[in-house]
């Protein structure tokens, strides 16, 4: 079975192009640019950066302009995400606001089976001609680009871990205000608030105490003044780009609350968790890389330990907790197998399996056009899922740099509109 | 009352106040004047009914944004249309819509689901139009030809260009209209069964509603047999058009009614908004312009007058996708005749006439002294009037280019169907860059939506000149250009915007897409720009703004090509021209019929001409058997090698050796990784005691079997087909299926890791989950790392539990399977050994053929290998070089096993001057989104062409075979140049 011929043998032929390395010493010298992904989370994350003595700045620039630098420097076939995020660096380095000496581009990767590991050397050709002294910068797990790595130590990604988890309860406990807000912009106040309460846990080093935070911010939002009522609830899962980032979703949430519905998003550390799941099952399926995955099995529990505490208080408050990643497993299970891990893989159908189950039937399954794994993972399980849920209601959505606004909304409308039968009916029978 | 507005019409309906009577139907084109429309019918109603109070709602696509800016109601057309159904046909189980960019499917009984069609607008009334205009013809005449066909041709409707791509060459070839008119309706009928039903089967009492099929017979037609309805089971509304709208003014029961003057002025006052993006204007004003005008006035060819000449003269023809070229030049070039036409329907008539009225111009004191045709029509023209060349039309073009400026570095041309550029080094071509199938963006479009605005194409595009703010519509395909013309429309652009909108993008795509270029730099200094869409101002204005050069554009840019084949006629002919006389030509006739051949299982549509003098022409064949010809040899071949090779290896030891009855059947599907994978496991089965059954050959009567089941349209083509290789072994009767997942391939040492591609990796999860005849029992798809025996034997074990084997079975299997794989993979790199030494030895070019293990399945390459061989050129496959190439480093991650033996097949073919790539890539690969720059970049940094062929479901040989015969030219070309480099040197 070794089939392996050695690699020694062989010459190596060298056909990579130069590109600029980024060094630990343009901390000093360089600003960080981060394109946005996850407003809410990225916002604490970076705030945490600065504290560490970076100089970081959240890209914000969303204009056509965007869309169009990125259709010009990004292959037809490639991804909306990689175009969406090629377009706002190449957008803001034409902008003339950053010294193209002192500037370089932060992107994460994930190291999967899925081109979306390639936006690096994507963005590295996009920058080449114009801009060739701009490193740029993998922020990731895997000990990829080791020559351009952002440094990671361990109290850094413990760091990033917890900012994460209180981005993801700030997003659902805002999303869950949000539609009942009596005066307008309340509940984002409330978030902002909350926002400055994280950095400032984080500057006093307390962010660790998160079951105080945690309680800190429901607090806040629960005493936010609400109207009564139920709206539909509308779940949003897909690929990791589309499915939170505004500039990628045409700005999905916005236009779900603007139709009267409770937007349910599920966090981003169970895309996080997903990940260490997946070295672990390499190592049960396959006995792959047994020690990294001792490892990630470690961090596992400890993030499902922390995860479950925060659900837990967050459901004794009377808020909807995230879901719990066990039993997002356990949906996953009855839908696909968990050896679907390209990409998003066994994660899309098992949110949509567990928003089910959770009361949220309604679903936006948001991917780019032409998405590989989402063909299998996303639109392909859908049939299965109907199947388990009479009354899920499904809509895959394609994004893509020239699908029209209307023709997605009009889609969303019609998902919409069945959701809205169903709530009539459901109450029918109820009375 | 109810108001749809549909992406091309407006239908107003009205009720009584009981629901019980609809008492007005409308039904308008809008011309993209939707406000305008709208205003008029509620004139029209208010003249029927007088004022009154109405409750109203809006509905359709481009009804939203109506409704949002003025305040009224609106509900989603499928709920809409649902709201009917349930009213008026409650009884019925299903129903089809087609609206002008939509496609809707709504299942009623047996769980009620409501589906739409994607992004892509193939399928749908907007298609249907675009193809009729191609036809050049009306829909209602499509229709009733339709009715009057003979056979159906496979044309993918998937989308527009496509579409377009697979009927031109039929066109070209002289199929009947009749059949084209109803293969576009069949495959209309095809995209919504499988594009829509994914899966689920559309059965029952079925509704057809939305105006395409309610006004177009052939279409219900084509429905109603593939669903395999009978008339009590097909419906067709009376009032299908305007369906939707009663379903809106039913549902408009629920709203507050209003006056319908409130309505008019709610409307009237309704604002455009203000999303629409838009750039500078092309020129400051008309002084610029005129100077613009005079300066590329100087690159005109000098003219002579054909009716006082006396001489000798060359005939050059062009006969391009979408219009005939014809020009006639004296030995000095200069030009004696010229025509240019659009092809309503056959080009050779049009041919046929021109050549009589040069004759007859000439009065017989021009003597023809050579003849030579290019472009797609070049096989089929060069028959007829017996010219005595046929060039490729990249040759053609380059020749007449170098003539108007010698010193040209970069030539673009932009034609009807397609786009072609040339970078030149040292007076040869050093690169091609052609335009894909699917990111057209040519000429035809334009022309296309100048004929829906209702202009001829001059006309429309000079509007575009003086527009104050033209509409950016974005880069891409022109399907998607559609839509976003269609959203400017609503948003209310003028025309004028629009015109100069389609100009610019048309110059984008071309410069962004095509060639791919960073910066308009790299374009080059000397620009020569050419094609008939260059004439138009406006792109030519558009192109010299965006690269910030100052181009050259002959004056016969649209002639370029038929003027390169005169040129190439004088420069090449020997004696005296074989071309059609005068006499010849007044008796010559021809007739043509098609017929399927029936040398292979193939099964090619083939197309015969009949010549009065006897001759024939066959076109549509795949091999030269199709023709009549012998088939040229495949022993140069490694594809035809390869297919039946693997089809070998399964059968090589039968579990009937008289040891023991079989433990089962076992059925392994011919798709995706078993095209490589396919020895392991037939060897590990039958090692085990299994009997193997594989699925029947791919063929698109195969795909068509599983079609029904496939959930996700924008995947790759051997993804789909393998719905119907499951389909074939269910219905062979096998035990059970085997179908493992694999996210890792076999670790080959070429890459940093060894995965497979999402798809190939878990696609028997989709298969398992949308095929209602597979269950936990029949198909058996564990989870399988290859590289790693002993979780391999464990998770085998528990998938095969049933059988009860033993982990010392399993590993015998398994490495018996393996001694297989390594047998084939021998066997395969030793016939390429055999081949390689085979065509040096008579001196043929080699071309690698660079793709996928899947890539042999004929139905997939669609005969690439035999029609290189037919060129004369030896083919080898990526597996077979691979391991010959050094380990190469690339600036992407080499994470897949299939992928990074491109690389280094590459890497090896960089290093032989004989040897040269052509990759193959399916469309909708992703991956190969970023391996074929990567392979683009290994091969132009050590000097090398790359030539990229895109293949689909469609077989579209005609353009692949010009792609090649560019190649292959332009190698000769190169050789011929540094060979004489060479001899100046020595």
Redesign the interface.
């Known amino acids: 079975m070794n089939n392996k011929r050695r690699k020694a043998e062989t010459p190596v032929a060298d056909f990579r192009d130069e590109y600029p390395r980024f060094t630990p010493e343009m901390k000093h010298t360089h600003k960080l640019l981060v394109p946005d992904m996850l407003p809410v989370h990225f916002g604490i994350i970076l705030d945490i950066l600065r504290r560490d003595g970076w100089d970081v700045e959240l890209l914000t620039n969303d204009a056509r302009t965007v869309i169009d630098e990125g259709l010009k420097h990004v292959h037809n076939d490639t991804c909306f995400p990689a175009l969406c995020v090629t377009g706002q660096f190449v957008d803001a380095l034409k902008s003339g606001k950053y010294d193209p000496d002192h500037t370089a581009l932060l992107i994460t990767q994930s190291g999967g089976g899925c081109r979306a590991s390639n936006y690096i050397p994507l963005i590295r050709k996009a920058i080449k001609a114009e801009f060739p002294n701009v490193p740029v910068v993998s922020l990731n797990f895997a000990g990829l680009e080791k020559d351009s790595g952002f440094p990671m130590d361990l109290k850094t990604i413990l760091k990033l871990a917890y900012a994460v988890f209180y981005g993801d309860e700030l997003m659902s406990l805002y999303n869950q205000c949000k539609p009942y807000e009596e005066t307008a912009g309340a509940a984002d106040a409330v978030r902002d608030g909350c926002v400055k309460l994280i950095g400032d846990a984080f500057a006093a080093g307390t962010y660790r105490r998160y079951k105080r935070i945690v309680r800190e911010m429901i607090a806040r939002f629960s005493v936010m003044p609400r109207t009564g009522g139920e709206k539909i609830r509308v779940g949003i899962v897909g690929e990791i780009y589309v499915k939170y980032s505004p500039l990628g979703n045409s700005r999905l949430e916005e236009f779900l609350l603007a139709e009267g519905c409770e937007p349910v998003v599920p966090g981003l550390m169970d895309y996080v968790m997903y990940c260490a799941v997946n070295n672990v099952n390499d190592a049960k399926f396959y006995g792959m890389k047994r020690g990294s995955a001792f490892v990630f099995g470690l961090a596992y529990k400890y993030l499902l330990r922390m995860q479950r505490k925060i659900n837990a208080i967050t459901k004794k408050s009377g808020f909807a907790p995230l879901h719990d990643f066990e039993h997002l497993r356990k949906c996953a299970d009855k839908v696909l197998n968990q050896g679907v891990k390209m990409g998003e893989g066994w994660l899309i159908p098992a949110e949509m399996a567990a928003l089910a189950e959770t009361g949220t039937e309604n679903i936006v399954c948001a991917q780019p056009f032409g998405c590989l794994p989402n063909h299998i993972a996303g639109k392909g399980t859908i049939r299965t899922l109907k199947h388990m849920y009479e009354h899920e209601n499904i809509v895959a959505v394609d994004y893509d740099p020239s699908a029209t606004k209307v023709n997605q909304e009009n889609r969303i409308k019609l998902m919409l509109a069945t959701a809205r039968e169903n709530y009539g009916q459901r109450k029918k029978q109820g009375t | 009352m109810g108001i749809d507005v549909g992406s091309t019409t407006v239908k107003v309906c009205v009720l009584t106040e009981d629901q019980s009577e609809i008492v007005y139907t409308s039904y308008e084109r809008h011309f993209a004047r939707v406000k305008e429309c709208v205003l008029a019918q509620l004139a029209a109603v208010g003249e029927k009914f007088g004022g009154g109070d109405f409750t109203v709602s809006v509905t359709g ?2 009804g ?2 109506l409704a949002e800016r003025s305040g009224v109601p609106f ?5 809409a249309a649902f709201k009917a159904i349930r009213r008026y046909y409650p009884d019925a189980d299903a129903a089809v819509e087609l609206g002008g960019e939509d496609a809707k499917i709504i299942f009623i009984t047996g ?1 009620t ?2 589906r ?1 069609n ?2 892509c607008a193939g399928g749908t009334g907007a298609f249907i139009d675009q193809m009729a205009t191609l036809l050049n013809i009306s829909v209602s005449e499509m229709d009733e030809l339709s009715l009057k066909a003979e056979k159906v041709y496979p044309i993918a409707s998937r989308c527009g260009v496509f579409a377009k791509s697979d009927i031109q060459p039929l066109l070209n070839q002289g199929a009947r209209k009749e059949d084209i008119a109803a293969s576009i309706f069949q495959a209309v009928v095809d995209q919504t069964v499988s594009g829509l039903a ?3 089967r559309i059965k029952g009492k079925v509704l057809f509603l939305g105006g395409p099929l309610h006004f177009i017979k052939g279409l219900g037609k084509a429905f109603k047999e593939t669903l395999h309805l009978d008339d009590e089971h097909a419906v067709f509304p009376e009032n299908a058009p305007c369906f939707m709208g009663i379903g809106a003014a039913l549902a408009s029961c629920a709203e507050k009614p209003m006056p319908l003057a409130e309505l008019v002025s709610r409307i009237t006052a309704a604002k455009g908004s203000d999303d629409i ?1 838009t750039g500078d204007p092309l020129f400051k004003d008309r002084e610029e312009y005129e100077q613009f005008v005079a300066r590329h006035s100087r690159s005109d060819l000098p003219f002579e007058d054909i009716t006082a000449y006396t001489g000798d003269a060359y005939l050059g023809i062009d006969s391009g996708s979408t219009t005939t070229k014809l020009v006639l030049i004296t030995p000095e070039g200069h030009l004696l005749y010229q025509h240019y036409q659009s092809n309503n329907g056959q080009p050779l008539d049009i041919v046929l006439e021109r050549l009589r009225e040069i004759y007859a111009l000439a009065g017989g004191r021009v003597r023809i002294c050579g003849a030579a045709v290019t472009g797609y029509g070049e096989d089929m023209m060069k028959a007829a009037i017996r010219a005595d060349f046929g060039i490729v039309e990249t040759v053609a073009h380059f020749k007449a280019a170098l003539y108007f400026d010698p010193k040209a570095d970069f030539i673009i041309d932009i034609g009807g169907q397609d786009i072609k550029c040339f970078k030149i080094k040292n007076g040869a071509i050093d690169s091609i860059m052609l335009n ?1 199938a ?2 057209s963006g040519c000429g035809s479009f334009i022309q296309t939506f100048a004929r829906a605005m209702g202009m001829e194409i001059d006309e429309f595009s000079k509007l575009g000149l003086f527009a104050k703010h033209p509409v ?1 519509l ?4 022109t399907v ?2 559609n ?2 013309v ?2 400017a429309q ?1 948003e209310g652009a003028s025309v004028e915007d629009i015109s100069a909108g389609l100009s610019a993008s048309i110059v ?1 795509n071309a410069i ?2 095509v060639i ?1 270029a ?2 308009p730099d ?1 374009l080059g200094e000397h620009i020569l720009v050419q094609g008939g869409t260059f004439l138009n101002d406006a792109v030519l204005r558009s192109f010299e703004l965006e690269t910030g050069k100052q181009v050259v554009r002959p004056g016969i840019a649209g002639l370029m090509g038929a003027f390169g084949a005169a040129l190439y006629a004088k420069e090449n002919v020997q004696g005296g021209s074989t071309v059609i006389s005068e006499a010849e030509l007044k008796y010559f006739t021809y007739h043509s019929a098609g017929r399927v051949c029936r040398g292979c299982t193939s099964n090619c549509n083939v197309n015969v001409l009949t010549f009065s003098d006897g001759r024939k022409f066959i076109s549509g064949n795949k091999c030269e058997r199709g023709a009549g010809r012998k088939p040229a040899s495949d022993e140069l071949d490694i594809y035809a090698y390869k297919y039946r090779r693997l089809l070998a290896s399964a059968q090589a030891a039968p579990a009937a050796k008289g040891k023991k009855a079989p433990r089962g059947k076992v059925g392994l599907p011919l798709a995706l990784g078993f095209y490589e994978q396919l020895p392991l496991w037939a060897g590990f089965f039958e090692e085990c005691g299994f009997d193997v059954v594989l699925s029947e050959e791919s063929s698109r009567q195969l795909y068509f079997k599983g079609q029904h089941t496939v ?2 349209d ?2 790759c083509y051997p ?1 789909k087909l393998t719905h119907g290789h499951i389909e074939s072994l269910l219905d062979k009767g096998v035990d059970f299926i085997f179908f493992p ?1 694999e ?2 391939n ?4 070429n890459s940093d ?1 060894h ?5 190939v ?3 028997p ?2 298969l398992r ?2 095929n209602e005849r597979l269950n936990e029992r029949n198909f058996i798809a564990p ?10 034997v464990r ?1 085998l074990k528990k998938a095969l539990k049933k059988y009860r084997l033993s982990a010392r079975v399993i590993r015998r299997g ?1 490495r018996a399977g ?1 001694a297989r794989l ?1 047998r084939y993979r021998e066997d395969v790199r030793a016939e390429g050994d055999k081949i390689l030494h085979a065509a040096r030895k008579e001196g043929k070019p080699i071309v690698v053929l660079a793709g996928r293990p899947y890539h042999i399945d004929p139905e997939i390459n669609h005969g690439i290998g035999k029609l290189l061989t037919s060129l004369g050129v030896a083919v080898l496959s990526e597996d077979a070089v691979y ?1 010959r ?9 080499n ?2 096993t299939y992928h990074a033996r491109l ?1 280094r097949a590459a ?1 090896y073919a960089t290093r032989h001057a004989d040897v040269n790539i052509v990759q193959l890539v399916s469309f ?7 391996t ?3 392979v683009r ?2 091969l132009e ?1 050590r000097g090398k062409l790359y030539t990229q062929i895109k293949i689909d479901e469609i077989n579209n040989l005609g353009v692949v075979k010009i792609r090649l015969r560019s190649m292959l030219a332009a190698i000769e070309e190169q050789k011929r140049h540094s060979d004489e480099q060479q001899a100046q040197k020595g």
């Open positions: 696509s481009a939203l944004g509900v989603q057309e499928v709920q769980g689901e409501q739409m994607g992004s994914q899966g689920r993006v894909e699917c990111s950016e974005g880069s891409r395909c998607f250009m839509s976003s269609k959203q609503k984008k962004y897409k791919r960073k910066t790299e959930a996700s924008t995947v993804a997942c996210s890792y076999l670790d080959e040492g890791n995965y497979n591609c999402p798809v990796a878990y696609y999860e989709l989950a949308n989870y399988i790392d290859p590289n790693n025996e002993h979780t391999t998770a398994l393996f390594e391991f190439g050094e380990r190469v480093r690339v600036n992407v991650l994470q897949w690389y890497e909708g690969c992703g991956i190969d989104a970023i074929t720059d990567e970049s290994i940094k």
